[in-house]
């Protein structure tokens, strides 16, 4: 996988990032690419990439490398995640991406790292703990509790 792959869908759709507009880039052996052209609605009062938007791509990169491990897991979601921004992310016109690897998993917990890069600047690093999920109606069981 490279920065420049050809976007392809989403293994389970989320709106959220449909809205946002994240392109697909790959998953597998570990390993997750997720990409983002930056526009105007991404920015933060200072015209540069808002914080929520680098976190939500670093998490789902991560999310994804986790899965890419567990054929039988239906999605993931974030136990803990720890972000370090390291310089501001981009700008209007430019192009994020983000990349995740598995470092550990066990039967229901992944263990993850991931970085987002603006061109050749690593601009924020997080690391996650996400649990395996196994059934596909997690949301309509949360209506019951």
Known sequence: MDQHSTPQPFPNEIPFLHELGVEFLGMGNGEAQVALNLEKRHMNSWMVTHGGVTMTLLDVVMSMAGRSLDPTARGGVTVEMKTSFMQPCGH????????????????????????LWNG????????????????????SKMDHE
């Open 120 to 139: 050749d600047k690593l601009v924020a690093k997080a690391m996650g703990t996400f649990k395996y999920l196994r059934r596909v109606d997690v949301g």
């Open 92 to 115: 209007p016109g430019g192009r994020i991406v983000a990349k995740g690897k598995a470092i550990h998993q066990s039967s229901s917990m992944c263990f993850c790292e991931g970085e």
